[in-house]
T-cell receptor, first 115, second 115 residues
Framework: DVKVTQSSRYLVKRTGEKVFLECVQD?????MFWYRQDPGLGLRLIYF???????EKGDIPEGYSVSREKKERFSLILESASTNQTSMYLC??????????????FGQGTRLTVV | AQSVTQPDIHITVSEGASLELRCNYS??????LFWYVQSPGQGLQLLLK??????LVQGIKGFEAEFKRSQSSFNLRKPSVHWSDAAEYFC?????????????FGAGTILRVKS
């Protein structure tokens, strides 16, 4: 019954490393999202993609990039990890119209620690 | 810009007692409003949503929410809480953008249930 899968539950990386967070969905949805979750701040949108090879910045894109080469896979890239990127990262997928018209499904999250 | 305020960071209720989680939003037009729940170690799950029509919305797991435009509120309620309801609850507001992706979350309310 798995719909959105994030490749790692926990990651520990060193400052300056290039980090890849992977997300795969099995629902053939057009829209995919990366959120960052921090205590007291809720979820904040980093990037989203509405089609293969298409991407748009969210509210906090600085320090991140994304890649969507196939419909089912959406990768979040930290070009040079910093300690302030230590956080929980959540991936989501939704059909046409995004969150408004379809139910979005979230992955279980990747807890990234940058040391 | 749209925003969401959840005034209560933590709430503790006894099992069987009623529950109300508060949510206030700021948005100029008619809002799309959502409540999500995140159980420990899990991704977010949609409880209910409001777009238009009846201001009392029924959701899954026995939850309901009432939209009050005059108070800019969308409070979540449950008449009798179960221990399995212990989780973090997020209110969110969506703006009707082209891709339906502009979902802004509140900071969350952690619900504890005591037996």
């Amino acid at each position: 019954d798995v719909k959105v899968t994030q490749s790692s539950r926990y990651l520990v990386k060193r400052t300056g490393e290039k980090v890849f967070l992977e997300c795969v969905q099995d629902m053939d949805h057009e829209n995919m999202f990366w959120y960052r979750q921090d205590p007291g701040l809720g979820l904040r949108l980093i990037y989203f993609s509405y089609d293969v090879k298409m991407k748009e910045k969210g509210d906090i894109p600085e320090g991140y990039s994304v890649s969507r080469e196939k419909k089912e896979r959406f990768s979040l890239i930290l070009e040079s990890a910093s300690t302030n990127q230590t956080s929980m990262y959540l991936c989501a997928a939704a059909g046409t119209g995004g969150f408004m018209n379809t139910e979005a499904f979230f992955g279980q999250g990747t807890r990234l620690t940058v040391v | 810009a749209q925003s969401v305020t959840q005034p209560d960071i933590h709430i503790t209720v006894s099992e069987g007692a009623s529950l109300e989680l508060r949510c206030n939003y700021s948005y100029g037009a008619t809002p799309y409003l959502f409540w999500y729940v995140q159980s420990p170690g899990q991704g977010l799950q949609l409880l209910l949503k409001y777009f238009s029509g009846d201001t009392l919305v029924q959701g899954i797991k026995g939850f309901e929410a009432e939209f009050k435009r005059s108070q800019s509120s969308f409070n979540l309620r449950k008449p009798s809480v179960h221990w399995s309801d212990a989780a973090e609850y997020f209110c969110a507001v969506g703006a009707g953008s082209q891709y339906g992706n502009k979902l802004v979350f509140g900071a969350g309310t952690i619900l504890r249930v005591k037996s």
